[in-house]
């Protein structure tokens, strides 16, 4: 139930709040009363249900696989709901959450906010805004970003990380190119291998997606920051 309240409410309050700080409030207050209300952190309670999700969708197919899955989540589970509290970039990203693209001639004035954060300061939604969305995150949040509209320039971007953490920025490969990417906020990996990312531009919206892991070209921490 609160996995489905965390996807649904902020789209309400997308459209019940006029003001954008009125919405940047509104969000925050919600997933304040998320994490009291599960008396953990808002993401421990979407890693548990996923995973959950997934252990009973294996374990209908073959019985015997219960007792694996089992050490692999007691694992993973260690490593989403580490003692780290999430930065402030990654919580400023979940208050974006349901920001959408508006089809059409008209563009969404949040998303032509995020392009702002980038030097090409693009005009449209229709722009790939990955990379803008990061960027805003980061600079709002009061760190450096690489203020570029292109995913891969986070590859130059800060310090490798080897073992990912929650918040981290994770970039991606698209297809064969050797140019285009797509780049965001590590949340998760889960047992079958996929990456899960808080971005923005996942479905034309501000939301989480799983990733292929063999399109993964990095992760990245910033230098300012303390891992």
């Not at 990955?130 to 971007?157: D, H, I, N, Q």
Request: glycine letters at 6%.
């Amino acid at each position: 139930m609160l996995t489905i309240l965390v996807q649904i409410v902020p789209i309400l309050i997308d459209l019940f709040y006029r003001g954008q700080k009125e919405r940047d409030e509104a969000k925050k207050s919600f997933f304040e009363w998320i994490e009291k209300k599960a008396g953990e952190s808002l993401n421990s309670v979407i890693a548990k249900k996923e995973l959950d999700r997934q252990r009973q969708e294996l374990e209908s197919k073959d019985p015997a696989i219960k007792t694996k899955l089992n050490l692999e989540k007691d694992a993973h589970l260690s490593m989403v709901m580490d003692a780290k509290p999430n930065p402030a970039w990654y919580v400023l990203a979940m208050s974006e959450i349901g920001v959408v693209e508006t089809y059409g001639s008209k563009h969404t004035p949040r998303i032509l906010e995020y392009h702002k954060a980038t030097s090409l300061k693009a005009t449209t939604d229709e722009v790939a805004w990955c990379a803008s969305f990061v960027s805003w995150c980061l600079e709002k949040a009061g760190v450096p970003s690489t203020r570029s509209a292109a995913a891969r320039s986070y590859l130059k971007w800060g310090k490798p990380l080897t073992i990912p953490r929650r918040g981290c920025v994770v970039v991606f490969k698209r297809g064969n190119s050797s140019w285009q990417g797509h780049v965001g906020f590590f949340v998760e990996e889960t047992t079958d291998g996929k990456i899960v990312v808080l971005g923005g531009n996942q479905s034309n919206s501000v939301r989480t997606s799983r990733y292929s892991k063999k399109d993964l070209l990095g992760y990245r921490w910033p230098e300012v920051e303390s891992v």
